[in-house]
């Protein structure tokens, strides 16, 4: 069974960022279902998902630069992808020695950051993107905010 199931309730109405979402949740999917493997494979997984993770925050970063979002918006926004992006990196360094503890670790970290992030921050994000290009949210899309 997986891990984490992309759903509603991650949807941004924009189809890129949508798209890579659901990439990301396949990818700790992947590590989830590597973990009791052996820790070179558990790495190579971890390595995917940060080239996955950079480009995707590029792709966020530039949509909320092109629609002009808020600043202080997008520096918050860009300080969380920051962490995300340390936190992957010490992980990667120091915890995937090859224990399936430490995966888990890992792997709960990445469900918890990427959900709270996805359903709130993104969400947010696009929010104010489709207010300010003026594009159409789906309209039971922020039914929760
Ligand atoms: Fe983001």
Redesign the pocket.
């Known amino acids: 069974m997986a891990l984490i199931q992309w759903g509603v309730d991650c949807y941004t109405g924009l189809p890129e960022v949508d798209r890579q979402h659901e990439e990301l949740y396949a990818l700790v999917n992947r590590l989830d279902a590597a973990k009791a493997g052996r820790g070179e494979m558990l790495g190579r997984v971890l390595d995917d998902l940060g080239d996955y993770v950079r480009d995707h925050?590029e792709l966020?970063e530039k949509l909320m630069r092109d629609a002009g979002v808020d600043a202080a918006h997008q520096d918050e926004?860009l300080a969380?992808?920051a962490v995300f992006v340390e936190r992957l990196g010490e992980f990667r360094r120091h915890s995937v020695a090859g224990s399936e503890a430490a995966a888990d670790e890992v792997l709960a970290f990445l469900t918890g950051w990427l959900t709270q992030?996805i359903q709130w921050?993104?969400r947010k994000?696009a929010m104010e993107i489709h207010a300010r290009m003026g594009t159409e949210a789906p309209h039971n899309m922020f039914a929760h905010f």
Do not use: S
């Open positions: 925050f966020e926004h969380a992808h992030h921050t993104d994000m």
